[in-house]
């Protein structure tokens, strides 16, 4: 499975979109980029999920570059029960079967 | 459903003892997978299973043994503890691996184990 680039950690101010970025430039074309959260010491929690296209539900949005190699999450109106850390995961059968999380971002929503 | 359940909540141990982790899932996931978090960092994956009678090392095997013997459980034994093994552990399951919405994962609430 390809490797993603997260930075460590970013703030936003509560009420507006908080942008995550996500490099995976060794990407190859039958992959699905995902997205977690863990907030405090909780389990990790599904986000959302693409391959191609732009996909949008209730918590996010995710935007895949054309050319595939980054993405961003996008979470519309930041509140202070998004503190979180957020991964950013590829998966697809090209790979293996070994679901590596990585580091994350750490988002700090500020009042 | 009860999702994934993690037994127990908190252990402390000390070093040499062995003990099991259990996990468990009632969604019919043909995937299952065990991750260690330690303060501060993120999740290593220890040992992953693709069905019943199927499992392969992730990221950090060492010190740690599964087996899976029915597609609902999934055991994570420490077989001597070490002050190393200190961590929080986190167990997953998805329906089946590869991508896709069917690989989406589902986590449990974890086991908070200290090693003296």
């Known amino acids: 499975d390809a490797k993603t680039t997260q930075p460590p950690s970013m703030d936003c101010a509560e009420g507006r979109a908080a942008n995550l970025p996500c490099n995976h430039s060794?990407?190859?074309?039958?992959?699905?980029v995902y997205w977690y959260r863990q907030i405090h010491s909780q389990g990790p929690q599904y986000i959302i999920h693409?391959?191609?296209n732009n996909e949008t539900n209730e918590m996010a949005s995710l935007i895949i570059t054309e050319d595939r190699k980054s993405s961003t999450l996008i979470l519309p109106h930041a509140t202070l029960r998004d503190t979180a850390v957020y991964y950013c995961?590829?998966?697809?059968?090209?790979?293996?079967?070994?679901?590596?999380f990585g580091t994350g971002t750490r988002l700090k929503v500020l009042a | 459903n009860a999702g994934v359940t993690q037994t127990p909540k908190f252990q402390v141990l000390k070093t040499g003892q062995s003990m099991t982790l259990q996990c468990a899932q009632d969604?019919?996931?043909?995937?299952m997978s065990w991750y260690r978090q330690d303060p501060g960092m993120g999740l290593r994956l220890i040992h992953y299973?693709?069905?019943?009678?199927?499992?392969d090392q992730g990221e950090v095997p060492n010190g740690y043994n599964v087996s899976r013997s029915t597609t609902e459980d999934f055991p994570l034994r420490l077989l001597s503890a070490a002050p190393s093994q200190t961590s929080v552990y986190f167990c997953?399951?998805?329906?089946?691996?590869?991508?896709?919405?069917?690989?989406?994962?589902?986590f449990g609430p974890g086991t908070r184990l200290t090693v003296l």
């Open positions: 060794t990407i190859s074309g039958n992959e699905y």
């Open positions: 995961i590829v998966r697809g059968i090209s790979g293996t079967y070994k679901y590596i």
């Open positions: 693409g391959l191609k």
């Open positions: 299973s693709v069905g019943a009678g199927i499992t």
């Open positions: 997953a399951s998805s329906y089946s691996p590869g991508g896709g919405i069917t690989d989406t994962q589902y």
């Open positions: 969604m019919n996931h043909e995937y």
